[in-house]
């Protein structure tokens, strides 16, 4: 018997589809756009949108562990988000935290890994300390790792690699011509985090936004068009399902069938 609690079942009754095993995605990542727009559709304040979009996430999460996804990354704040008024910025510090406070125990409980990836400068010592305490709460488990992005740039984290990569080699621990593709990616923030197979963004837009941008060079992309609110793990499996049947070559290719020429 399993020692966590199993998620709960969708209000509906809805089951995750039944994807072959091996056409699952181990990493979906997850840009949960649309809440501003949510929240002025029903005349209410931009931070309206945020806070519903915190039950949206959950369900999400749920619905990955029921599929067999082992990893979820979720794009909570990106270094771009500085630019916002300083009351949106000071309610998102706010909520991240919170949210992580609220949600810690739960996670624990399902099995699942949490961890945090993104800069530290600018970013709330509260914010870190409660990241920080739900990666050493819940660093056994081994269900699921939901990847907390705050403070979060795909090329902020590109840039900060190839600083530490620049210091070791000035440092004499590194050559230059011993640097790969795979030296690189043990410099990022998270790096056993594995490549991302699914990018989901949702509310309709098209746009990567500057989210693992390295982590996601191979990544297939699903754009749902649905607010964040609104998004559930429902809207998560129809992606997985749309990846289920995408031709992954990496570059690769199938010779194509040539049909011979009959002579008499």
Known sequence: MSKFRPPSQHPTGARPPALPKETV???????????????????LPRTAGHTAGEAALFDVIEGALELGVKYVSAYAFSTEN????????????????????RRRDEFHEMGIRVRWAGR???????????????????????????????NYGGRAEVADAA??????????????????EKTFARYL???????????????GEMRTSNFMIWQAAYA?????DTLWPDFDRRHLWYACEVYAKRDRRFGGAIPNPVVPTLTS
């Open 163 to 180: 600083a530490r990569i620049a210091a070791d080699v000035q440092a004499g621990r590194l050559k230059p011509d011993r640097i790969t």
């Open 189 to 203: 923030d998270e790096p056993d985090l594995p490549d991302v197979d699914l990018l989901v963004r949702s509310s």
């Open 25 to 43: 995605p181990k990493h979906v990542a997850i840009i949960m756009d649309g809440n501003g727009r949510w929240a002025k559709q029903r005349g």
């Open 220 to 224: 297939e992309f699903v754009s749902v």
């Open 82 to 101: 500085w630019k916002r008024s300083p009351e949106e910025v000071r309610f998102l510090m706010n909520f991240n935290r919170d949210t992580i406070h």
């Open 120 to 150: 530290r400068p600018r970013l709330w010592r509260s914010v870190i300390n409660e990241l920080e305490y739900a990666e050493e709460l819940t660093k056994r488990n081994d269900l699921l790792t939901f990847t907390m992005c705050v």
